[in-house]
């Protein structure tokens, strides 16, 4: 059924710690019925110097997301890696509101990025994002609790909510 809509199946699995599996679908470009009365919440835009740093290392949910909030007005900037991440977060220039990342990366992790980042730029609001639920990634290790997280896979509506409840905390 994933392949006849347009979509793909990713599996991800790790020694000791389970599997989870993804199914991602086409994008629909017909017009959009909220199933809930959360209208006015979902279309709540970003102001155009808003920016985004996007840090995700699966290419397709990279670019789904970025799509994402720039459709909602904001400027974004995208990473394939920590490293690449930390190379914008280094250029001065380069204002960023809010680091969006990915838990689980090769090589430098999203929890070591956000230490990293604050390390640089230390008020820097961070939203995680991850495929693992809340209390898996918490009694792992992998985050601490409380922090800012957005479960995969990610809603348009949930991805703008998350964003804007983070940015006007600033």
């Not at 990713?10 to 991602?24: A, D, L, N, Q």
């Not at 990279?62 to 890696?81: F, K, M, P, T």
């Not at 250029?91 to 090769?106: A, G, K, R, S």
């Not at 792992?140 to 964003?163: C, M």
């Amino acid at each position: 059924f994933v392949k006849q809509s347009g979509g793909h199946v990713k599996i991800y699995s790790e020694v000791g710690e389970g599997t989870s599996i993804k199914m991602y679908f086409a994008r629909y470009v017909g017009i959009a019925h909220p199933a809930s009365d959360d209208v006015d919440e979902f279309i709540s835009e970003g102001a155009s110097v808003e920016t985004i740093l996007v840090v995700e290392d699966d290419a397709d949910l990279r670019a789904y997301i970025s799509d994402v909030l720039r459709d909602l007005n904001y400027r974004v900037l995208s990473a394939g890696s920590a490293q690449a991440a930390l190379t914008i977060l280094l250029q001065e220039e380069q204002h960023v509101d809010l680091l969006l990342t990915d838990v689980v990366m090769p090589g430098i992790n999203g929890r070591e990025l956000g230490r990293r980042a604050q390390q640089i730029r230390p008020h820097l609001s961070i939203l995680y994002m991850t495929g693992y639920s809340r209390n898996a990634v918490v009694h792992q290790g992998r985050l601490d609790e409380g922090v800012d997280l957005l479960e995969k896979p990610v809603t348009q509506a949930r991805l703008a909510l998350k964003v804007r409840e983070i940015l006007d905390r600033k």
